[in-house]
């Protein structure tokens, strides 16, 4: 029986290899069909791999996205991680000035680059600077009823990091401290952050440190009516008369230690025009330091006589 079994083996050889070689390439044509080689693309990021020029920082567009087009069989692409597949560049070697760098992509084994695009990103790389700022602390909302706030303990300055051009264009570092119905002295760490000139906050600069703790200090308030003193200058030669203030008293508020030092409070000195007799004005009222005060301007009117003594030479 064996040797029936050989001489069958060996019967038809090449028929027998032919019929194989068909056989197998039937079978990838029929694999291939059910799982063939297909292509799909996918928006993602560009990212900066961890690879910063010394003492310098690369700046592009933050929004700028890749779009990566992938092939393979149809069987991988159902059994995936999508946060495998980035878009990156790299600047190690790059020092300052603006280049054009190639964006590289991360995908899953198995996985073809069919293509990627942009190929390249535009990147303008800057020496990294420190600037020492002044910080500007601005209050934000009023104290208890009753009360005001006398004030605001913090560090004097803040250092800024980040490139050149923008740190320079840094006008301030700003923080606002929250003092909604506060009666009495609180803590409180504020955030802060870099602005221009127009108050827009400014990118890549980071603030050191990026909060500060304050302490508010806030009092009991006092107010009280005090006259007000029209500064009016006459003309050479002339002399005021009648003087009348409306109105003659105005309000002030603050610690019971500040108002109580002001007695009065004038207006802005102002000069009567020559050749007038009358003076009819509104005036502007000087600023007191420490103190609210509750009027901006009053209504002045007085007469302009020549002096007496000047009437009977």
Same mark, same amino acid.
């Given at each position: ?7 069958g083996l060996?019967? !038809?050889?090449?028929k &027998? ?21 297909i292509?799909?693309? %996918?928006?993602?990021?560009i ?11 690369? #700046? ?6 890749a779009?990566?087009?992938l092939?393979a069989?149809?069987s %991988? #692409?159902?059994?995936? !991680?999508?946060n495998?597949?980035n878009? %990156? ?5 790059y ?8 964006v590289?992509? @991360?995908?899953p084994?198995? #996985? ?6 942009p ?6 790389i ?6 020492q700022?002044?910080?500007e ?34 006008? &301030? ?5 929250g ?9 409180l ?12 906050e400014v990118?890549?600069?980071?603030? *050191?440190?990026?909060?500060?703790d304050?302490?508010?200090?806030i ?5 009280k @009516? ?7 200058t ?9 003087v ?15 108002? !109580? ?9 102002? &000069?009567v ?26 209504? *002045?009117?007085?007469?302009?006589k020549?002096?007496? !003594?000047n009437t009977? @030479?």
């Open positions: 029986m064996f040797e029936q079994i050989k001489e060996q019967r !038809n050889k090449l &027998k290899f032919i019929s194989l070689i068909l056989s197998i390439a039937l079978w990838f044509y029929v694999m291939g069909a059910q799982n063939p080689v292509e799909d693309s %996918y928006r993602v990021p990212t900066l791999r961890d690879s910063t020029p010394q003492d310098n920082a690369p #700046f592009y567009e933050a929004t700028t996205e779009r990566v087009v092939s069989p149809r %991988y #692409f159902i059994d995936y !991680n999508e495998d597949i878009a %990156y560049i790299d600047v190690s070697d020092t300052e000035g603006e280049y054009d760098v190639k590289e992509a @991360n995908y084994k198995g #996985f073809e680059l069919v293509n990627i695009f190929e390249t990103v535009h990147v303008k800057e020496p990294v600077i420190e600037r700022m002044d910080l602390l601005i209050p934000s909302g009023a104290p208890g009823p009753g009360t005001l706030v006398t004030g605001i303990e913090s560090p004097k300055n803040v250092t800024i990091v980040g490139t050149r051009s923008a740190a320079y264009t840094v006008s &301030k570092v700003l923080g606002y401290v003092i909604i119905g506060e009666d009495r002295d609180f803590d760490n504020v955030p802060l952050s870099a602005v221009d000139e127009n108050g827009r990118k890549n600069i980071r603030v *050191v440190p990026a909060a500060v304050v302490t508010v200090k009092e009991p308030s006092v107010k @009516n005090i006259p007000v003193v029209a500064k009016l006459p003309p050479a030669g002339k002399e005021l008369a009648n009348k203030v409306e109105p003659s008293t105005v309000e002030i508020e603050g610690t019971a230690y500040d108002v !109580n030092n002001i007695n009065s409070i004038g207006t802005v000195e102002t &000069k025009p020559e050749g007038s007799n009358q003076f009819n004005g509104v005036l502007k009222l000087e600023t007191v330091e420490h103190v609210t005060v509750y009027a901006d301007e009053v209504f *002045v009117t007085a007469e302009i020549t002096p007496a !003594n009977q @030479n």
